[in-house]
């Protein structure tokens, strides 16, 4: 239904059109009347109408002023309609300079009053679906460059676009939000009927949150029988509904849960930026295997639409023995025993009643005592280093369940990188990882391959690569291909496009922008202020 506003000085026109025709038939309906251009104005700032029929010549404010004024508050999605003499014709004619929609000739007749409002009608319905679809394009490629932020696989282009769309915050988290498999409804529903319910929950959020949809995106994993909707929190949420955090996000938990079947909903780490969005996209995938444990204490979800567990009581003395058993086999290098101690682990947290803080303790027990075997092996091992590790390799970034067989395969890992700490830093080693680097630096290599092509654990090669050269493999590579590029810029003709894919660059807006990071110039900036200097030189 369109809400039409009637602007006329005498009453018996404005009574005449509102009884000249079924407004409602037609989709209208008469939301108000103002004798003025003035008090329509007033009426037009506090209500929400679609159509105004004014008059042309009124008492205060006619109708081309009351346009005029309209536009320039803002207020462009307003149609209007004049009401002219014959003898005003050429006067309303300059309407149609501010956007008038058409007029009408008084005496008003009734078959010219409808064939107009059909007409807006009309414009109406294909204004607002262009409007609908200019919002999903901007809405798609909005996630999509929050996507890959989320996932930490982003460049400055994905960052400069969402900052434009996401406000600047003190700092974020990452929420996840995912249909709860222990839910019948959930279990027994097919793929098809569950991307449906992963749909409806989305829009579900969208509703939720409002003007702030934005925030809300659609499949962050995009993994097979994983059906989840992304959450981007930042403090001012919280702020525009004077909540604090907590209360905001048991507030956004409590909104989603509303929804017909079960849910599940984990809160990641506070961070400072949007660049470490994916530290905490990580650390709500942790929660999500770890069974609702949440970092910084904060666990949420729909608790009630959860199937209850048979409850199984595990003394810690139990608990501990299990983890020392597993920490003892990754320390002897043991592979048989180290699967079977993951497994038995991974079946202690799933059966047992433990809550969040209990896991969390446990899982940190174990990632502290590895932390503490490296520290042995090596005393002068840079400990932030191996935290990091830890964090980076410990957990799939984007697992939304427990993958036990990830975990196993890092505690195999860790288990041969503890071994190599007691054999000496080979250097030959390392100067193969150099000249690998200067022959091979346009090809795909990663220190992962370097890793398996020598035959020494990633983590320790990364170590090495750091401790010899100050600096990491990935700085190390990326410093290699922009020197070179800065070179064929100055000593060939060759396009910047055909340079960045000469060095091994398959996104020409990456390379532009890591070579101003490192050059402080773009590569034809660059190119030309080497030109004007050899010119000056000559």
Aim: proline fraction near 1%; aromatic fraction near 10%; hydrophobic fraction near 35%.
């Amino acid at each position: 239904m369109l809400n039409v506003l009637i602007v006329d000085d005498e009453p018996y026109i404005r009574q005449g059109l509102a009884v000249l025709i079924d407004w409602e038939a037609e989709g209208f309906c008469i939301a108000g009347e103002a004798a003025n251009g003035e008090d329509a104005l007033s009426l037009l700032k506090k209500g929400d109408f679609d159509l105004v029929i004014a008059d042309i010549r009124m008492p205060v404010m006619g109708g081309i002023e009351l346009i005029k004024e309209s536009r320039q508050l803002g207020l462009n999605h307003l149609r209007f309609v004049i009401l002219s003499g014959h003898y005003e014709f050429e006067y309303a004619k300059e309407a149609i300079r501010y956007s008038c929609t058409d007029y009408i000739l008084k005496p008003i007749k009734q078959e010219e009053l409808l064939v107009l409002l059909r007409k807006v009608d009309a414009d109406c319905a294909m204004s607002k679906a262009a409007e609908v679809q200019e919002e999903f394009r901007d809405r798609v490629v909005l996630e999509r460059h929050l996507s890959s932020i989320i996932l930490g696989k982003f460049d400055s282009i994905n960052l400069d676009y969402v900052r434009v769309h996401i406000p600047p915050s003190k700092f974020y988290r990452y929420v996840n939000i995912q249909l709860d498999t222990s839910d019948m409804r959930v279990r027994t529903a097919d793929e098809q009927a569950k991307r449906a319910m992963q749909r409806r929950l989305y829009d579900h959020l969208r509703r939720v949150m409002g003007r702030n949809s934005r925030h809300i995106i659609f499949d962050v994993n995009k993994q097979e029988e994983c059906f989840d909707v992304g959450f981007v929190f930042s403090d001012n949420l919280a702020n525009e509904q004077s909540m604090f955090e907590k209360q905001y996000l048991e507030w956004f938990a409590e909104k989603a849960s509303s929804i017909e079947y079960g849910i599940t909903v984990q809160a990641g780490c506070q961070v400072s930026s949007l660049e470490k969005l994916s530290d905490s996209f990580r650390s709500a995938s942790i929660a999500k295997l770890m069974h609702n444990f949440s970092d910084g204490g904060l666990a949420l979800s729909n608790e009630e639409t959860k199937v209850e567990k048979q409850s199984v009581e595990i003394g810690y003395g139990e608990q501990k023995r299990r983890m020392d058993e597993l920490i003892s086999s990754i320390e002897r290098g043991d592979r048989q025993e180290i699967e079977h101690n993951v497994g038995e682990l991974y079946l202690l947290m799933s059966e047992s009643n433990m809550d969040y803080k209990s896991i969390e303790l446990n899982m940190n027990y174990v990632m502290f005592s590895l932390l503490h075997l490296a520290a042995v092996r090596d005393p002068n091992i840079n400990q932030e280093e191996i935290v990091g590790y830890l964090i980076e390799n410990a957990f799939d970034r984007g697992v939304s369940r427990g993958s036990r067989s990830h975990f196993q395969k890092f505690c195999i890992q860790y288990s041969e990188y503890l071994e190599q700490l007691n054999t000496p830093a080979s250097s030959s080693v390392i100067t193969k990882v150099e000249q690998e680097i200067k022959e091979c630096y346009m090809q795909n290599i990663s220190l992962k391959s370097l890793s398996e092509k020598y035959f020494i654990n990633s983590a320790y090669l990364g170590q090495l690569f750091k401790k010899h050269y100050g600096t990491s493999f990935k700085d190390y590579l990326n410093n290699q291909r922009i020197n070179v590029a800065a070179e064929m810029l100055v000593n060939t003709g060759k396009r910047v496009y055909e340079i960045s894919e000469a060095v091994g660059y398959q996104s020409l807006d990456y390379f532009i922008s890591k070579f101003v990071a490192s050059k402080g110039h773009t590569p034809t900036q660059y190119r030309k202020r080497c030109a004007k200097r050899q010119e000056g030189n000559d």
